[in-house]
């Protein structure tokens, strides 16, 4: 059995993982939803899923530039980070 | 050393070795100035006025011997590098002592001047290195907290979103839907709970390590919160087709602890034991007081589910641990839950641990302490270590004007026990952690030592402060009152924890008649003297 309890710099990584499987789910059922895959939305419902759809991106775009860092400030505090645990060690 | 300026304290009783050290100090190249002392107190005395750049440290001082020298002056001046003088014979001593923080040690009899410069400033070097270690180390741990913290705020807000709209679809209130879309609205709806409770938790994890996760402690009913968990949890064992049973002993007293978290770890035990068990299987919640300590009250969630092996169980408080063998079919949540719920169970005072062997279903049991109003009311009302002279009882009372309080009423209720608790004497005063609900009216009830016509002053300041700062005012009325604590006579030669043990039972016996009383102490038994009863 291995061992999952994490050490604490390996969080971000791992949460973003969990977190970004429950907003697959939400975005792959709202674009089943949105492409009529599951039956004809009204001009209203359509719009609706539309919100959800963009909502669930906002959410990534959160984690992307949070967790796994295209440059920015969170990057460098993170890779301060991974230094610092480099000469903890 | 500051501008290659170094000033040294020297803390030596010997006058031949101070000279020497001195000597050779001056003999090098850079600049230095030296204080020298020649016992421990003027050292640390010292120490605490001014850091120097570095402390030359002999063990033996007329004040202070071995490793005890040392250790006195790590504790005063944690930062500052300590270079140990040692005698030919306690070298031995000086490596314990390099161990233990001090940066490094000279012989006495070897001492050069290149040496003892080179020694000192290593000493400096590496004392900065720790010390900036330390300071990153710090920086790590406070970012990463603020980090989570901003990223669960800046996820709550569309998540919030996607939920009305979800909801909005699935109400029909945007149109019929078919039950294929109503399938995948609620499947969408489900991984939205998920997520909320996910950001909770890494909330609540990130409050645990900063320490900032608080609890507010009061007088409650354990059976009430057993009972409320299991019914908010029937839907769901009832959908996974798990029997929910509660068995609680007959008389369980009041206990000290956050209502809410107690509910939040219940929840969590049995929703984790719900999960794990299969269908038809079962899940027990009890609740009782067991001989072995009566002052904690124990509570337990026992399932039939698959149990856990002996490596998990080791882990299975740990932060983000899930068990590898369970998580692939039930894979919800991020590990915190556990974690938390133990943090929360040992901020009340309590313990938590499992007992559990695979295939023979699992027991979580925790903790509370019993509420002691004798601990609570032992420094209140004793003063060299005899009772005080007396003790009266106030009742502060929030009515709404209405019978339906207006939304804000709860966050009137919770500011005006804030500015209770600001207002009252910190140690002559208590705010006691009771407080109860009559009709839509909050009751608080605070003991003060003093007598009643000191309470009338204390009754006006209150009203002062609760008008002033809580608006109160605009939404309802307070309506307050005071009563005497008949105290046993002060002169009687019971022990003193008897006699406070008295008080306690009759501050309990007339908090329950005054949390009892609607609006009228004057007419409840053993509630009487009101001082004061106005209306706004």
Known sequence: ?89 | MNNGHTHVLLIEDNPGDADLVRLRLVEGDSTVDVSCVNRLADGLASLAKESPSVVLLDLNLPDSHGADTFRKVLEKAPGVPVVILSGQDDEALAMKAIHQGVQDYLVKGDITSSHLERAMRYAIERQALVRSLEISRHQQLEFKNQFLSHVSHELRTPLTCIYQFVTILLDGLAGDINPEQRWHLSTVLESVHQLRAMIRDLLEATRVESGKLRIEPRFILVDDIVRQAVSMMALTAKEKHVALEVGLDTRIPFVYADPDRVLQVLINLIDNAIKFTAAEGSVVVKACVVDADPSMVYLCVTDTGCGIGPEAKAMIFERLYQDPNSVDYNRTGLGLGLFIAKELVELHGGRMWVVSEIGDGSTFSFTLPLYSLEKLLFPLITYEGKLREALVLVRVELVPLSNSPPSNWKDICEKSLGTLRRCVYLDKDLVLPVSGNIGTSTIFLVAASTDLERAEIMIKRIREQLEARTGVKAYGFLTLSASEVPLPFAESCEPLEDLVRAVADQVTEMAMLALASKRSPETANGYVNVIRKETV
């Open chain 1, 1 to 89: 059995m291995t061992k999952t309890a994490r050490p604490t710099s390996e969080l971000p990584a791992y949460l973003s993982h969990e977190l970004r499987n429950a907003l697959a789910c939400i975005h792959q059922f709202g674009r089943i939803l949105v492409d009529g895959l599951a039956g004809e939305l009204s001009g209203e419902q359509r719009e609706y899923v539309g919100i959800m759809l963009d909502n669930a991106a906002r959410i990534r775009n959160v984690l992307d530039s949070a967790l796994d860092g295209a440059g920015g400030p969170l990057e460098e505090c993170t890779n301060k980070i991974e230094r610092g645990s480099e000469l903890e060690t």
